[in-house]
Structure formats: structure tokens, C-alpha cells
Antibody
């Protein structure tokens, strides 16, 4: 069974760049049947799709975040990553990585990692 | 402001059935598949329904999904205390040239 695990800093200063990594186990990130997504959830609020990547490097981003987001993939490490620049308090949230099956988003999810933006 | 609209909360007694609506538009639900997710307190969301009405392996048939026009519905039959959770709908939105996946505002299910 595929498992996903997010890793990265829990605290980021305002204006800095967030870097998170999702490590995939129990399945290959090279699978042509899957995309790999990042989704976030502020405390007490709903889910927001950030974007996703295919193993080839092809990406889709949420237009509201597109100017600040980069999602990349490292097939040799079976990982994909999120970079979000110019962080503000509004970016404080639990960040989830997920495996999609083609058009179906979030077939499998990581446990999530809380990122707080504060000086 | 979520693109997909859900009622904030629904409730029912154990054993009863609840339905959760998800209202969108022709650019999302009207022309794309709908998914539903269950988020138990303190945990990551879990896929309950995909492609409008299909259940992943391991999801009980108490959970059902349907779609009509620009709205979708999740049904939970034989309500159990373990079903208390937040439920979200989701769909691709084709209003922009780039793909955008949108989630509903979320519905809290309470078992009375």
C-alpha cells in the first residue's frame, strides 16, 4: 500500500520561502497512472488545492498561488517537493501531499504537516 | 469563498440517513466528475467517492454519491457515531485555461 510522508520546517518567517518534501513509499513516483498533489488547510477552515506534478515534470498550479509556487519531482529519490515564496501569516496551514489517479485528486494522502508563519 | 457550496452542518440520529449537497456550476460539477472526502477529527482527508458515484476499495456501501446537472449529493445511510466528521466535495474547474481543482466549503456531520 502506498504511503506518503511530508517533511520540512514547522516554522517559517514572514517573507521567507517554504520548502516541503513528500517521500513516497510502497509505490513508484514514476507510475504513469498517477499525479502528485499538494493541498493545504488553515486551522478550522477548508481544503485548498495548491497544484500537482506528473513524473515527467509537467505541472498544474492553482492560479491564485501560481506566482509563488514551484512543485518539482525527484524520481531517483521517489520524492516530490513544494516551494512557496513570500510566505505570510495567511499561508499558515497544515500542508498535505497526495497521490492522484489521473483526474481523481487525493486517492491517497500523507498525514499532513503544520507550517506556521511567524517571526 | 469556495467555488462549490455545501451546507455547514447536517445531523441525524444513529441508523438514519443523511444527505449532503454540493452546488457548483457548468464549469466544474456540470462538466466534470465529483469526488467526496471524509475528514475525521485531527486526521487527513480520505477519498470516499470518485467519478460521481464510485467507491474506492474498502469504503462501505453505506456511502453513496450522485450527480445531477451542476449539483452533487453524498448520502450516508445507517449513520454511525464513527461517521462524525467533516465532508468535502471536489471537482475540476474548467473556467480557466489551466486546470484548477476546487473543493467545497465542507459539511460537518453530527450524530445525535
Amino acid at each position: 500500500q502506498v504511503q506518503l510522508q511530508e517533511s520540512g520546517p514547522g516554522l517559517v518567517k514572514p517573507s521567507q520561502t517554504l520548502s516541503l518534501t513528500c517521500t513516497v513509499s510502497g509505490g513508484s513516483i514514476n507510475s504513469g497512472s498517477h499525479y502528485w498533489s499538494w493541498i493545504r488547510q488553515p486551522a478550522g477552515k477548508g481544503l485548498e488545492w495548491i497544484g500537482r506534478i506528473y513524473f515527467s515534470g509537467s505541472t498544474n498550479y492553482n492560479p491564485s498561488l501560481k506566482s509563488r509556487v514551484t512543485i518539482s519531482v525527484d524520481t531517483s529519490k521517489n520524492q516530490f517537493s513544494l516551494k512557496l515564496t513570500s510566505m505570510t501569516a495567511a499561508d499558515t496551514a497544515v500542508y498535505y501531499c497526495a497521490r492522484d489517479k489521473l483526474g481523481d485528486v487525493g486517492v491517497n494522502w500523507g498525514q499532513g504537516t503544520l507550517v506556521t508563519v511567524s517571526s | 469563498q469556495s467555488v462549490l457550496t455545501q451546507p455547514p452542518s447536517v445531523s441525524a440520529a444513529p441508523g438514519q440517513k443523511v444527505t449532503i449537497s454540493c452546488s457548483g456550476s457548468s464549469s466544474n460539477i456540470g462538466n466534470n466528475y465529483v469526488s467526496w472526502y471524509q475528514q475525521l477529527p485531527g486526521t487527513a482527508p480520505k477519498l470516499l467517492i470518485y467519478d460521481n458515484d464510485k467507491r474506492p476499495s474498502g469504503i462501505p456501501d453505506r456511502f453513496s454519491g450522485s450527480k445531477s446537472g451542476t449539483s452533487a449529493t453524498l448520502g450516508i445511510a445507517g449513520l454511525q457515531t464513527g461517521d462524525e466528521a467533516d465532508y468535502y466535495c471536489g471537482a475540476w474547474d474548467s473556467s480557466l485555461t489551466t486546470g484548477l481543482f476546487v473543493f467545497g466549503s465542507g459539511t460537518k456531520v453530527s450524530v445525535l
